[in-house]
């Protein structure tokens, strides 16, 4: 092989390793993607996602706001969802519980799963979930309803916030979407209160 074959041989070589490389890089960020997008949300806030917490901070101040309660489901899936009460007003830093029930109103058993998010989108990063239903796989027989709490409180935090000085309501809002292939683990009904009513609430 002469010197100038081998050259580009060797560059031909070089080529083909970069764009392996970046082949894969971008299969690596695609695959990155969701996990750091749901990050990225919790840490800010973006759209309107909340916080997790194992407790409240233990500050609570004499600023009040009020948390409305609002409720969605989805067409295809055959059930009745509300909110117990629509709003409650708390202090900030104060723990407060709201109670959704959910109703198969369908003639079989089936499955759902709740998504979630709070307006305006500026608050999620101050509205912390102690306790939540929101992607959680729900198991309902027909005829079958189930109470599910929400414990909630908003961090104090909100006050040093700007865009936050004169919003005095957040509203809390879930969706109900039908599961499709639930896991193994619905092998068992979810609790339940049967009544014969049927409800359907939203903002």
Not at 88 to 103: P, R
Not at 136 to 155: C, H, N, R, Y
Not at 163 to 186: A, C, Q, R, V
Request: hydrophobic content about 35%.
């Amino acid at each position: 092989m002469s010197r100038v074959e081998g050259s580009k041989h060797s560059g031909n070589s070089r080529v083909v390793a970069v764009c392996l490389s970046v082949t894969f890089g971008m299969l690596g960020m695609a695959y990155a993607a969701v996990p750091l997008y749901e990050i990225f949300c919790q840490v800010t806030g973006y759209a309107g996602t909340t916080q997790r917490a194992d407790a409240t901070t233990g500050v609570v101040l004499d600023r009040t706001m009020t948390v409305r309660f609002d409720s969605n489901i989805s067409n295809e899936l055959d059930w009745d969802f509300a909110p117990k009460q629509r709003q409650v007003t708390l202090k900030v830093g104060d723990q407060a519980q709201a109670v959704y029930t959910a109703k198969n109103i369908g003639s079989e058993t089936s499955f759902g799963t709740a998504t979630f998010n709070v307006s305006p989108g500026a608050a999620g990063v101050y509205f912390n979930k102690i306790e939540c239903f929101c992607f959680t796989e729900q198991k309902l027989s027909a005829g079958q309803s189930v109470d599910m709490p929400v414990m909630f409180f908003i961090d104090p935090e909100i006050v040093n916030d700007p865009l936050m000085k004169k919003i005095n309501t957040i509203t809390l809002s879930y969706t109900f979407y039908p599961e499709e292939d639930p896991g193994p683990e619905l092998s068992q009904t979810a609790p339940s209160v049967i009544d014969g009513g049927r409800s359907k609430s939203s903002l």
